[in-house]
């Protein structure tokens, strides 16, 4: 665990996930006492997942940032969503089948949306920063 990149990895993982958790927290309590629609503060999902794999992209491979982006998303869609859920804004209305297709269906939207996403932003900033070196991108 002591490769830089390794340890580079993982800080941009724990980062969203610390960013999206609290987007989720603070979306779910203002949206519940302000009565904001939740859905507002995809917005701000959105932008965290094109800063993170923008900026993730400067010395790693288009690969390394869909599993980061994969990891980060696939935390959003299940704990965050629980995490709305308990705070509010999150509860699916549960009724048997139709219940666990809806979940399932949009959690794989999501994570599959949110990596894509990721990868889009990525490749950005390797098209934008093509014949750069690493150092000169920063």
Do not use: E, Q
Not at 20 to 27: E, F, K, P, Q
Not at 41 to 64: E, K, M, N, P, Q
Not at 111 to 117: E, H, N
Request: overall charge positive; some cysteine.
């Amino acid at each position: 665990m002591s490769d830089p990149k390794t340890i580079g990895n993982v800080k941009i993982i724990l980062m969203g996930v610390v960013i999206v958790t609290v987007i989720d927290v603070c979306g779910s309590l203002i949206s519940r006492t302000a009565h904001i629609p939740y859905a507002w503060f995809g917005i701000a999902t959105f932008l965290t997942y094109v800063t993170l794999g923008y900026r993730g992209a400067r010395d790693r491979s288009l690969l390394a940032i869909a599993v980061i982006g994969l990891i980060v998303c696939t935390f959003d869609a299940t704990v965050g969503w629980a995490v709305s859920a308990l705070l509010g804004p999150g509860r699916v209305p549960s009724s048997g089948a139709a219940h666990k297709i809806a979940i399932v269906v949009t959690t794989v939207t999501s994570v599959g949306t949110g990596t894509l996403i990721w990868l889009a932003s990525a490749i950005s900033f390797k098209y934008l920063h093509r014949g750069s070196t690493p150092s000169s991108t920063s």
